[in-house]
């Protein structure tokens, strides 16, 4: 479903494919039908879980399974709202959840078709993020669950990225190598058991996502921008230019000097010929974030014996990764960048606190 906000700028979109899946058994046909308090009647072994997640930019909401089904998972972008400025500015993105998060919330449940009465936990990411985003996600779960008396599960953004692979129709067992690029971070992560994670190593500077969006930037292109570098990139020569590849010690990445490359390109060539050769630019600038990122992984999985390679986050909607990786596992596109599915699916593996006992629980800005 989608649906108009303020004149067309933004849009409340439940996720297609994957993310969405129909409800099953007796709920089946039922949608629409009163829409009184059905609570979990169509799935009466399972157990809904909430999940609320807007730790940046995106107000989300979703209602799956313990068993891993997806039965919503609705994401409403503040993109076209942060555009102008580059990037996302903290004090208008927790605006903005303040006033999307209870339509979101209640258009998750009404997508499911269950209503409130049929949660049994309310999950939601805690951090990492931008404190005052965060803080808007957790009050409204906090809220929801002390009303109903409900166990409140704190889910860690990053494994609920992780926790997009544990989802049906087709979940994922550990153990694997986990690369996780998003716009805020670039991890590889050893999984060896759902619910925790070895970091082997991160980003010294820019995350690959943020590379992505300041790579775009200076090819003139709108934000967020790896979609668009991807979609460019299609069309261009990835060899014509040498872009370099950083190598830093150990299992790190970094890009602040790629991105320095691309500046002094964009610089020599002149508005002009930066034009003509735009397409040139983004596929040589996606295939340098590639090559590190395909590199580090399989170094990274060599290095620990795990076999399987899997990637999650935002980057990983990439299809030059994607192609690049063919033998790797990839989130389903919908779940790539953030969502609340992920965060439901994190709140099965994950301690939830009793009532009321997460009345006092805080949010936190990064991770350690
Ligand atoms: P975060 O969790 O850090 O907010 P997300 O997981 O939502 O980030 O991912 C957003 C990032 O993913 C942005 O930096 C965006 O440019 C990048 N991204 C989205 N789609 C693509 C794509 N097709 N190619 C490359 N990067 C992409
Ligand atoms: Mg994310």
């Known amino acids: 479903m989608v649906r108009a906000r303020d004149g067309g700028g933004e849009r409340l979109r439940a996720e297609p494919g994957s993310a969405r899946r129909e409800p099953k058994g007796a709920l089946a046909g039922r949608r629409g039908e009163g829409g009184g308090s059905r609570g979990n009647a169509g799935f009466p072994s399972a157990l809904m879980i909430l999940g609320i997640e807007t730790s940046c930019d995106e107000t989300a909401a979703a209602v799956v399974t313990d068993d891993g089904d ?12 942060h555009a102008r400025y580059g ?31 049929g949660v049994r936990r309310v999950a939601v990411t805690r951090g990492p993020g931008l404190v005052g985003a965060l803080l808007v996600g957790l009050s409204a779960a906090k809220a929801l669950a002390w009303a109903r008396r409900l166990p409140l599960v704190p889910v860690d953004h990053l494994e609920g990225h992780v926790a997009s692979l544990y989802l049906e129709p087709d979940p994922l067992e550990p ?20 619910g925790s994670s070895e970091r082997l190593g991160t980003t010294l500077d820019d995350a690959a996502g943020e590379a992505f969006d300041k790579g ?24 014509a230019f040498p872009f370099p590849v950083a190598r830093v010690a150990g299992l790190d990445f970094s890009f602040s000097g790629l991105k320095t490359a691309l500046l002094y390109s ?14 040139d ?38 299809s030059g990764l994607r192609e690049a990786l063919p033998e790797a596992r990839f989130a389903p596109l919908a779940l790539c960048t953030d969502n609340a ?12 606190l009793p009532y009321p006992s997460y009345l006092g629980l805080d949010a936190y800005a990064s991770f350690a």
Request: glycine share 10%; net charge negative.
């Open 70 to 81: 997806v039965l919503s998972s609705v994401v409403s972008s503040q993109a076209d709202l």
């Open 87 to 117: 990037g996302v500015v903290p004090e208008i993105a927790s605006r903005r959840h303040l006033e999307l998060v209870a339509p979101v919330v209640r258009e998750a449940l009404a997508e499911a078709g269950v209503s409130i009465d």
């Open 175 to 194: 153990p694997f190598l986990c690369l996780l690029a998003s716009g805020g971070h670039t991890l590889l992560l050893a999984i060896r058991e759902r």
């Open 216 to 239: 775009a930037r200076l090819l003139g292109l709108g934000y967020p921008g790896g979609a668009e570098i991807d979609r460019l990139a299609r069309e261009g020569d990835p060899g």
């Open 266 to 279: 964009v610089r020599d060539l002149g508005e002009d010929e930066v034009e003509r050769r735009k397409a």
């Open 281 to 318: 630019l983004a596929a040589s600038y996606q295939r340098a974030i590639v090559e590190a990122l395909v590199g580090r992984a399989r170094e990274a999985a060599e290095r620990t014996g795990l076999e399987r390679i899997a990637v999650v986050g935002g980057v990983a909607a990439n």
């Open 341 to 352: 599915a992920m965060i439901g699916s994190a709140a099965r593996f994950t301690a939830a």
